[in-house]
């Protein structure tokens, strides 16, 4: 498989530009506490189950056997629920610079686990731009002058947002030549419903003891967003990077997510650009690019 394929690349670029627009969305839905972190969840998960169920009515009928309905049940808890429900759960007692720098170690679990499951080598061009990567996204989130609110437990928080990476990694690595048997939507409708029919019942008292007739306007547009575009549109490009590019490298664009969120603060004056961002900056896509120039394994080819 060629690393440098654009349509793997562009399809990353377009989820991770999603991802990191969704941060001050979310803040602004739950400012009046109105929207619990587990029920953003739950809009995420059955939201975009109901998208990918609707839009599979459009396309080609596949057949999923029984057994590999069983596995993508588990693609949905690792992929979908555990990484979803452990970032925003995690987010909410830590404070952002923080959970944002524990995101930065998710690319060294996907390569570590892809050493274990697939036996892909750990180079030393992977190495350097991975220390490239991280580099600079902590130059990123350290250089940012504004500094934000802590968490009520911040070590638990971290903890748990280190375990949503570690769970989207495992996925990222098991689960990688399995989602080339289905089309992307049989795929997504499948991991999705997973993760609403255990999510749910879980949350449903929560749901109950929400005042929705107080809901704005903005928050249900906020929701929104989260569902069509941080989630049904990203989790396809997703799907076609995955198809495209190897899992150390499809991890190597989570450090997009921090560059995106800061231009963003800038646009709505929350944020300045200095040099010590503009060094951030080169220094994550030259870690991209040394991923990217890694000798690929024959399998891959």
Partial sequence: MSDFNPKGHIAM?????????????VKLVFASGLIA?????????????????????????????????????????????????C??????????????????TMPMWVILLAWIFLREPITIKKTGGILL???????????????????????????????????????????????????LVTIMKWMFLS?????????????????????????????AYVIVFATFIAYICIMIGQKNLRPTIVGMYNYVQPIIATVAGICLGLDSFNLPKAIAVILIFSGVYLVTASKSLPADK
């Fill in 13 to 25: 670029l377009g989820a991770n530009i999603c991802w990191g627009l969704m941060s001050p969305v």
């Fill in 37 to 85: 972190p587990l029920i953003m969840v739950d809009f995420r998960v059955a939201g975009a189950a109901a998208l990918f169920w609707l839009t599979s009515l459009f396309l080609p009928r596949e057949r999923v056997p029984w057994s590999d309905v069983m596995r993508l049940f588990g693609a949905g808890m690792l992929g979908v629920l555990l990484n979803q429900g």
């Fill in 87 to 104: 970032f925003i759960l995690g987010v909410s007692l830590t404070s952002p610079g923080e959970a944002s720098l524990v995101t930065t």
């Fill in 133 to 183: 990567g991280a580099t600079g996204a902590l130059i990123l989130i350290f250089g940012n002058g504004a500094k934000v609110a802590g968490g009520e437990a911040p070590a638990l928080g971290d903890f748990i947002v280190l375990m949503a990476q570690l769970s989207y990694a495992t996925y990222l690595t098991i689960y990688r030549n399995f989602i080339k048997k289905y089309s």
């Fill in 195 to 223: 993760a609403s029919i255990v999510a749910m019942p879980l949350t449903m008292p929560q749901i109950v003891a929400t005042d929705w007739g107080a809901v704005s306007l903005s928050e249900w547009l906020g929701i």
